[in-house]
């Protein structure tokens, strides 16, 4: 079981950027997948979860008009993308996965530095 | 959807017992058995270590230990040793979305 995401980016205020989560060695619409960001020094926060067998995505409050989670099932790959980017939305960002219903997360892929910066 | 609170860190010797305490409300640990508790050490993947309050994962430590009590969930780490150093953050479930603690720094002495 994987999960392996997309390479650091650097982006410029105001900009967007997507990154995506590639999920190997299990059944892809078995699972929801998680993404959850950490600033430098900082703690966790839970972003977003997407459901791959409804298609359906729950957001964080913070998050919602600007955090769009999209699947390519062909693929078994998730793409989290973040609009209107600024100073604060510099952190490493994981994907994680939850079997169904059961509330926890794991394993984790190995996270993205998106750096954002004029 | 404010994070949970953890202290900002705790420390013990080795052999030693910690605990790590994990508030919340009703609406998030208080209101659900899903309180899981990750390990981070620095520039690593967090790693889960307990679930639903206070099962462990194969592979985890039997001293690694979970409980809760009303809105307060705990991890305690007995016979600490120097590769439990790192950072501790709880997880609950809260309806549709999910809340982590602030964070606690475990130092072995």
């Known amino acids: 079981v994987q999960l392996v995401q997309s390479g650091a980016e650097v982006t410029k205020p105001g900009a967007s950027v997507t990154v995506s989560c590639k999920a190997s060695g299990y059944t892809f619409s078995d699972y929801f997948i998680h993404w959850v960001r950490q600033a430098p020094g900082q703690g966790l926060q839970w972003m977003a979860m997407?459901?791959?067998?409804?298609?359906?995505?729950d957001y964080a409050q913070e998050f919602q008009g600007r955090l769009t989670l999209t699947s390519d099932t062909s693929t078994s790959t998730l793409y989290m993308e973040l609009n209107s980017l600024r100073s604060e939305d510099t952190a490493i960002y994981y994907c994680?996965?939850?079997?169904?219903?059961?509330?926890?997360?794991?394993?984790w892929g190995q996270g993205t530095l998106v750096t954002v910066s004029s | 959807q404010s994070a949970l609170t953890q202290p900002r860190s705790v420390s013990g010797s080795p052999g030693q017992s910690v605990t790590i305490s994990c508030t919340g409300t009703?609406?998030?640990?208080?209101?659900?058995?899903?309180v899981s508790w990750y390990q981070q050490h620095p520039g690593r993947v967090p790693k889960l270590m307990i679930f639903?309050?206070?099962k462990r994962p194969s592979g985890v430590p039997d001293r690694f230990a979970g409980s809760k009590s009303g809105n307060t969930a705990s991890l305690t780490i007995s016979g600490l040793q120097a590769e439990d150093e790192a950072d501790y953050y709880c997880?609950?479930?809260?309806?549709?979305?999910?809340?982590f603690g602030t964070g606690t720094m475990v130092t072995v002495l």
């Open positions: 009703s609406s998030d640990v208080g209101g659900y058995n899903r």
């Open positions: 997880c609950s479930h809260a309806g549709n979305f999910y809340v």
């Open positions: 994680a996965r939850e079997r169904s219903y059961d509330h926890w997360f794991g394993p």
């Open positions: 639903d309050v206070i």
């Open positions: 997407f459901n791959p067998t409804r298609d359906y995505t």
